[in-house]
């Protein structure tokens, strides 16, 4: 079952408008699907500065030898 979307508006370039339109014709992809794996990605690479739980070695609960 498809996760419910919430709507919202972004502005992008011409030139991004025009390259992803050319993509979902080439594709058949939705835009709207490279959009959300854009946000993913920097998400992800942004993903150290997002609050989250530890790990047991990030929280300084490394096994000593």
Do not use: C, F, W
């Not at 992809?29 to 993903?47: C, F, K, N, T």
């Amino acid at each position: 079952m498809a996760r419910k979307k919430i709507s919202t508006t972004i502005y992008i370039t011409p030139e991004q408008n025009e390259s992803l339109k050319l993509l979902h014709e080439r594709t058949k992809v939705p835009i709207a699907v490279y959009i959300r794996e854009g946000i993913d990605l920097v998400l992800e690479r942004h993903s150290s500065e997002l609050p989250g739980q530890l790990t047991l070695v990030a929280a300084g609960g490394e096994k000593k030898s």
